[in-house]
């Protein structure tokens, strides 16, 4: 007994890549290609049909972009609060001092977001890292017999994490 509520790949915006792989989202209660989302078999086929996709590797970064890092100021949560203030007042909300001489609070309440939101990033974010088998890897070293040069590819995956400088 289900819902009756059967969405196709198309009407999820989910296309197959451009691999050529078409997802095969049918179960042997659903006649058409889709979702039965009332069974639970082809809600478990949908899944592994959109975890079959291909996905899209992230083009590196060039490292002359990657060197124009250190001319940025970095956070400022006063910074980014100024700005989310500035807009606020573009939109018609009544910001600044009150009649009574009190900073609004919706002033201060942006600066306590923003600057929660800027500690949390820069005290607690962690980067994830992961090689896959087959990176090149080129090495350079030294020994008795003069410099060496190594050129050879890892051969199992290797992790590390790093934090936010």
Excluded at 29 to 47: C, D, M, Q, T, W
Excluded at 75 to 103: D, H, K, T, W, Y
Aim: aromatic letters at 4%; proline letters at 8%.
């Amino acid at each position: 007994m289900g819902c009756g509520i059967i969405q196709s790949l198309s009407d999820m915006n989910l296309t197959p890549t451009e691999y050529g792989k078409k997802p095969n989202v049918t179960s042997g209660n659903n006649k058409g290609e889709g979702i039965n989302f009332g069974n639970a078999i082809s809600v478990i086929e949908g899944l592994l049909a959109l975890a079959s996709l291909g996905s899209i590797p992230t083009p590196p970064v060039p490292p002359p972009t990657a060197l124009l890092g250190e001319q940025r100021s970095g956070l400022s949560a006063r910074r980014c609060a100024a700005n989310i203030i500035a807009r606020q007042s573009e939109a018609g909300a009544p910001m600044g001092v009150r009649s009574n001489g009190n900073v609004s609070i919706h002033e201060r309440m942006e600066m306590i977001r923003v600057e929660e939101i800027t500690r949390e990033i820069t005290q607690n974010a962690r980067i994830n890292v992961a090689i896959p088998p087959g990176a090149a890897v080129v090495a350079t070293g030294a020994n008795a017999g003069g410099p060496i040069i190594v050129y050879g590819a890892t051969n199992i995956p290797s992790f590390g994490w790093g934090t936010v400088v």
